[in-house]
């Protein structure tokens, strides 16, 4: 490392969020950048360590060294190289990734980590106003054709890595544009969709297909998928939600969180929905139940939508602030995570449990809340019950159910195509991500259940090297 005792003499410094009064007016991305100088004296914290344990913690094996000492020598296009050579996607995972490397970055065990990810958002954006990034078209075509179905970070990440390979690759997408959960889920305020439309075009200048507004199974039949491609990925992600079967769930105004996000997106990005399939938190008392990634979302769009009042509810108890014993680095820590979007304006709540929902004339006013205790029984497993005089009714207009996502739906494509689904309801796939159908392929959240964008990405690659390997196997 150009600076190895860097880490001894400067402070863990990071970008931060533009002001709170600022950000809740706009959908503009809420994270700040530092500076070059701050950014490079942030990279020369890197250790150089023997074992880099942030490698080993990034699902996609980012050569985090070598890129960081290179950002510390100003060598933006040689540290996004690097980046690149195992991420497609880097100003991606650059915005949204949780960013497991630096949980397990070696100054974490004294909460001072390396300020990987927005080291890694800052190198893209230099390659790409440096006029690094430039399209890569493949010199020579195999003459295999690819269809991918689904265009979210697995999908794309495949489509890459194959049309590098030199096969002719086609990306299926159901919705208007391409994207899937990057576009569509994740709010604006976290990744601005120039930010997708940006690589897409790279991506159309190296000779990948795009096909928007195609729904694979209705628009073009199982057998004409199996006929016009010499191998299928399936990337169609984990879309069946959990569903919260309580009394009262059929009330106007019960929504599942991803129907609210994908209409947030689409509206900001000009689509008009009718008042009767219109979903807005504008001055309504906005209850959002579930307390992970989705359910943080929801509480900074309803905040951008003027809601009257948010509140998060988790049915788990508050995880503690520090790691438990039982938890310890570099492993990913367990512990309490506050977004931007609670900064915002919310008020969270921990092991509460919904009864019932309460509506007048078929439209949601309250719901029916309790706290719950969870203890452990003989053999060892969570049981929870439910804290007697703890009930409490609480007003609300708007409810979004954030609990995560089961399983892939099953209906339509999947079951045309009649592969195998293994115990959780997943697409079943081998080592080598191949399903019951040797011609066919699954990856990311289809066949692992939902996940992170950056595990999406990795099992592109995976996906993709396997498909090069059957469609021109080594003689």
Excluded at 69 to 93: C, M, Q, R
Excluded at 161 to 181: D, M, P, R, W, Y
Excluded at 268 to 280: K, Q, Y
Aim: negative net charge; proline residues 5%; charged residues 25%.
């Amino acid at each position: 490392m150009g600076n190895p005792k860097g880490f001894m003499t400067i402070g863990r410094k990071d970008a931060g969020y533009r002001p709170l009064n600022d950000r809740i007016y706009d959908y503009g991305e809420v994270e700040q950048t530092l500076d070059d100088k701050d950014r490079i004296d942030q990279a020369s914290r890197c250790m150089d360590c023997g074992v880099p344990f942030c490698h080993w913690g990034c699902p996609v094996g980012s050569k985090i060294p070598e890129w960081q000492d290179l950002v510390y020598k100003g060598n933006w296009k040689g540290a996004y190289d690097i980046l690149h050579s195992t991420n497609s996607f880097p100003e991606f995972t650059g915005r949204v990734c949780p960013a497991p490397c630096e949980k397990s970055c070696v100054l974490a065990i004294h909460n001072e980590a390396v300020t990987i990810r927005e080291n890694e958002a800052s190198t893209v954006e230099h390659a790409f106003n440096l006029g690094f990034v430039q399209p890569r078209i493949p010199e020579i075509r195999t003459g295999k054709k690819v269809a991918v179905v689904g265009s979210g970070p697995a999908g794309l990440s495949a489509a890459d890595i194959l049309n590098q390979a030199g096969h002719t690759v086609t990306v299926f997408e159901k919705n208007s544009a391409i994207g899937g959960l990057l576009r569509f889920g994740i709010p604006d305020f976290k990744l601005s969709k120039t930010i997708i439309d940006r690589r897409l075009e790279i991506f159309l200048d190296e000779g990948l297909i795009f096909k928007p507004n195609v729904t694979v199974g209705v628009d073009i039949s199982r057998d004409e998928l199996l006929a016009q491609f010499d191998a299928v990925v399936l990337a169609n992600g984990a879309e069946q939600p959990r569903d919260l079967p309580v009394e009262g769930r059929e009330l106007k105004g019960v929504h599942f969180a991803m129907d609210f996000l994908r209409q947030s997106n689409k509206r900001i990005a000009g689509e008009v929905f009718p008042e009767e399939i219109s979903i807005l938190a504008k001055d309504k008392k906005v209850l959002v139940i579930g307390g992970g990634d989705t359910g943080s979302d929801c509480v900074g769009t309803s905040i951008r939508q003027k809601a009257r009042s948010v509140m998060q509810i988790e049915i788990l108890p508050k995880p503690a602030t520090e790691r438990a014993d039982n938890n310890p680095w570099p492993y990913w820590p367990n512990t309490l995570r506050t977004s931007s979007s609670h900064l915002e304006g919310c008020e969270r709540r921990w092991s509460l449990s919904t009864q019932r929902f309460i509506g007048e004339n078929g439209t949601i006013k309250q719901v029916v809340l309790v706290e719950v205790e969870w203890t452990k029984d003989e053999a060892g497993r969570w049981v929870m019950t439910e804290k007697i005089g703890s009930l409490e009714i609480v007003d609300v207009d708007l409810v979004l159910l954030a609990m995560g996502f089961t399983q892939p739906v099953h209906n339509g494509l999947l079951d045309a195509l009649g592969i195998e689904y293994d115990g959780r309801g997943n697409v079943k796939v081998n080592a080598k991500k191949q399903t019951s159908n040797e011609k066919i392929f699954a990856c990311g959240d289809v066949e692992a259940g939902a996940s992170l964008v950056v595990r999406a990405i990795e099992a592109g690659k995976i996906a993709a090297a396997n498909v090069d390997e059957f469609l021109c196997p080594e003689e």
